[in-house]
T-cell receptor
Framework: AQSVTQLGSHVSVSEGALVLLRCNYSSSVPPYLFWYVQYPNQGLQLLLKYTSAATLVKGINGFEAEFKKSETSFHLTKPSAHMSDAAEYFCAVSGPNTGNQFYFGTGTSLTVIP | EAGVTQSPTHLIKTRGQQATLRCSPISGHTSVYWYQQALGLGLQFLLWYDEGEERNRGNFPPRFSGRQFPNYSSELNVNALELEDSALYLC????????????FGPGTRLTVL
């Protein structure tokens, strides 16, 4: 079965510092990969997605993620954290081998320290 | 263009009652998904409907059921409510099935007392 692992359920960074949120997937076939953000008391909003085109994917709000097949990773980064980036971030996978299902990671809560 | 809408925003029920949650997808989207987001458990896949039929189901008991109407809106029913059913229930829709991006609604917060 497919799985998505997000390392670190809580990450804290200082305002202006690099944001790095980790995501690893298990798949023998390159999947479709997504990052979503959830602000308090809201639904999920798509940040970016990878669907086997360019390995470096740029998303909204200055975020980007790089697909690394050799490492089965899809880490999310942002060069400079802003206070408004504080939220819950979810990595998700779907694709031909997911049994018609979307698999989400358990989420990483990002805190931005002023 | 309107996004995914869900109603009600909040729902309070007592143990043993039934809850009905509603979702309207983005216009043109035929697939609707339901997820449960309980505290500390992340997003758990519940159900996937496409073109009026149930396509897949997560690891939930049969008292969680739903349907999709001809206009592609959907309803999630939870019978015989238990305290642990308290959670945020999220609905998502997509254009082309499970491989396409899912767009989420704001959720319905269900509290079971």
């Amino acid at each position: 079965a497919q799985s998505v692992t997000q390392l670190g359920s809580h990450v804290s960074v200082s305002e202006g510092a690099l944001v790095l949120l980790r995501c690893n997937y298990s798949s023998s076939v390159p999947p479709y990969l997504f990052w979503y953000v959830q602000y308090p008391n809201q639904g999920l909003q798509l940040l970016l997605k990878y669907t086997s085109a360019a390995t470096l994917v740029k998303g909204i709000n200055g975020f980007e993620a790089e697909f690394k097949k050799s490492e089965t990773s899809f880490h999310l980064t942002k060069p400079s954290a802003h206070m408004s980036d504080a939220a819950e971030y979810f990595c998700a996978v779907s694709g031909p081998n997911t049994g018609n299902q979307f698999y989400f990671g358990t989420g990483t809560s990002l805190t931005v320290i002023p | 263009e309107a996004g995914v809408t869900q109603s009600p925003t909040h729902l309070i029920k007592t143990r043993g009652q039934q809850a009905t949650l509603r979702c309207s997808p983005i216009s043109g989207h035929t697939s609707v998904y339901w997820y449960q987001q309980a505290l500390g458990l992340g997003l758990q896949f519940l159900l996937w409907y496409d073109e009026g039929e149930e396509r897949n189901r997560g690891n939930f008991p049969p008292r969680f059921s739903g349907r999709q109407f001809p206009n592609y809106s959907s309803e999630l029913n939870v019978n015989a409510l238990e305290l642990e059913d308290s959670a945020l229930y999220l609905c998502a829709s997509s254009l082309a099935g499970v491989l396409d991006t899912q767009y989420f609604g704001p959720g319905t917060r269900l509290t079971v007392l």
